[in-house]
Every structure is written in C-alpha cells, then in structure tokens.
T-cell receptor, first 114, second 110 residues
Framework: AQKVTQAQTEISVVEKEDVTLDCVYETRDTTYYLFWYKQPPSGELVFLIRRNSFDEQNEISGRYSWNFQKSTSSFNFTITASQVVDSAVYFCALSTSGTYKYIFGTGTRLKVLA | NAGVTQTPKFRILKIGQSMTLQCTQDMNHNYMYWYRQDPGMGLKLIYYSVGAGITDKGEVPNGYNVSRSTTEDFPLRLELAAPSQTSVYFC?????????FGSGTQLSVL
C-alpha cells in the first residue's frame, strides 16, 4: 500500500528564518513520483515540484530546495529566508507507476510571522 | 487554455438532495480525479478515471458516483446528500505527470 506521512501539523516561524517541512513515504514500487503542492489561504492547489524515484539529485529553485533520500524514504522541503507570502498549507504526494493514484499527506500548515 | 474548470464554486444542499459537480478539462488529459478536502485535513481520493468509459474507486467512494463519457468531462454525482459530505471538492487531471487542479467546489450539506 502507498502512504505519505507529514508528521508536522503546523509550524510557525519568524520571517527570514529557514524552515524544513518533512515528508516520509511508503511504497513497494520501484518506479514512483513524489510531489509538493502549496495551498495558500485562497484555497487553490499550486504545483511546486515533481521528482521521480530514479533521480535523487537535490533541487533548488530560488528560496526553495528539496532533499530526496531513498534510503530514508523522505522527500523534505526547505524554504530559506521565509517570507509572509510563504504562509500556506503544503502537501506532499506520491504516485506510483502501477496504480494511477495520487496519494496525499495530511499537509503541514506553515505560518510565517512578520 | 482554461485548464480544469469546476462548477459550481459554492453550493448549499439540504439533507437528502442530489446534485452533480461538473468538471471539464481542455488539456486532452487521459487521467482525471476527484478529491475531497475536509476542514484542516488533506486530500482524499474519491474516484478516478484513466480514460473515457473507465472509472475506479478511490479511498472514500461511498455516497458518490462518477461517469466518464468523454475525455474532457468527469462529473461527480451525490445522490442522497448527508452532512458528512460537507467538504471542498477538487477535480484534477494529468497525463501522468503533475496533477492540474480545478479551483474547487465548496459544498455544505445542512
């Protein structure tokens, strides 16, 4: 069975602090994809990144970076120098080649205080 | 491109009423999904479809029905609305890459 765990329900940081959102996944498939989505207070779901199981390279996009480690089944997301506009709920998701399903974690609510 | 379009955006139903949430996409995606998001919770998969004429149950299908007669449309039907179906409903589509989401339908059953 596939499962995504985001153990951090809510995180509060002060602006300009760095913050890491954790994501742990479970799957028996060798081919799978991991995703992060952002849900701002307005409610829409915004795609941030996709990673496939064969590419463990870390990725950086501006203040955002992602650390994929198959050895610990983790796909963590770091925001450097957080800003108030980063306040949102962040979801980690998993899809596998065999099921066509996309399974989401329960989300981490990030509050960035000015 | 409009992407994924959901209608209506808001709806209030009385217990026992029926309604259909509409979802259409113009990206020629084969795969379409319905999720529900309860307050403060994650997204739970209701139904999905891998192509016209093919649908399958997700994690929480009870109380819902779907059909997929065309590639573009994937309506979600609530037959006998119950308070437990109060939620925000998201439709999504993909070509098996990232999901593209609609803007959501906020449904209250009173």
């Amino acid at each position: 069975a596939q499962k995504v765990t985001q153990a951090q329900t809510e995180i509060s940081v002060v602006e300009k602090e760095d913050v890491t959102l954790d994501c742990v996944y479970e799957t028996r498939d060798t081919t799978y994809y991991l995703f992060w989505y952002k849900q701002p207070p307005s409610g829409e779901l915004v795609f941030l990144i996709r990673r496939n199981s064969f590419d463990e390279q870390n990725e950086i996009s501006g203040r955002y970076s992602w650390n994929f480690q198959k050895s610990t089944s983790s796909f963590n997301f770091t925001i450097t120098a957080s800003q108030v506009v980063d306040s949102a709920v962040y979801f980690c998701a998993l899809s596998t080649s065999g099921t066509y399903k996309y399974i989401f974690g329960t989300g981490t609510r990030l509050k960035v205080l000015a | 491109n409009a992407g994924v379009t959901q209608t209506p955006k808001f709806r209030i139903l009385k217990i026992g009423q029926s309604m259909t949430l509409q979802c259409t996409q113009d990206m020629n995606h084969n795969y379409m999904y319905w999720y529900r998001q309860d307050p403060g919770m994650g997204l739970k998969l209701i139904y999905y479809s891998v192509g016209a004429g093919i649908t399958d149950k997700g994690e929480v299908p009870n109380g819902y029905n779907v059909s997929r007669s065309t590639t573009e449309d994937f309506p979600l039907r609530l037959e006998l609305a119950a308070p437990s179906q109060t939620s925000v409903y998201f439709c999504a589509s993909t070509k098996m890459a990232e999901l593209f989401f609609g803007s959501g339908t906020q449904l209250s059953v009173l």
